[in-house]
Nanobody, 121 residues
Framework: VQLQASGGGLVQPGETLRLSCAAS??????????VEWYRQAPGKERELVAS???????RYADSVMGRFTLSGDNTQSTHYLQMNSLKPGDTAVYSC??????????????WGQGTQVTVSS
């Protein structure tokens, strides 16, 4: 199983981006248990931005509450992080982590390669 984060780019303050976290190699029968989005800005510690779990629990960091929205369900191989009203402080490398169940491996954690988000005028 591989995980890939994509969708980053350079935008101006107030604009929108949608990041994707795509799982591949899962086969046709799998379950997504947890998806977490992290970001890390230069010189700063990694921050948990948002998390989704298959029991319906969704959490957002205070810094993105009301601006970022997760979407996806436990049978979809791609989950999304919709980012609205972006601010310069959102500039960071964003990456996703997922706990995925497959019949061959069971539940396991996977990391996706990061995607750069730059918010600048």
């Amino acid at each position: 199983v591989q995980l890939q984060a994509s969708g980053g780019g350079l935008v101006q303050p107030g604009e929108t981006l949608r990041l994707s976290c795509a799982a591949s190699g899962t086969g046709s029968f799998f379950r997504i248990n947890i998806v977490e989005w992290y970001r890390q800005a230069p010189g700063k510690e990694r921050e948990l931005v948002a998390s989704w779990s298959s029991n319906g629990r969704i959490r957002y960091a205070d810094s993105v509450m009301g601006r970022f929205t997760l979407s996806g369900d436990n049978t979809q191989s791609t989950h999304y992080l919709q980012m609205n009203s972006l601010k310069p402080g959102d500039t960071a490398v964003y990456s996703c982590q997922a706990n995925i169940w497959t019949p061959t491996i069971g539940s396991n954690q996977y990391w996706g390669q990061g995607t750069q988000v730059t918010v600048s005028s």
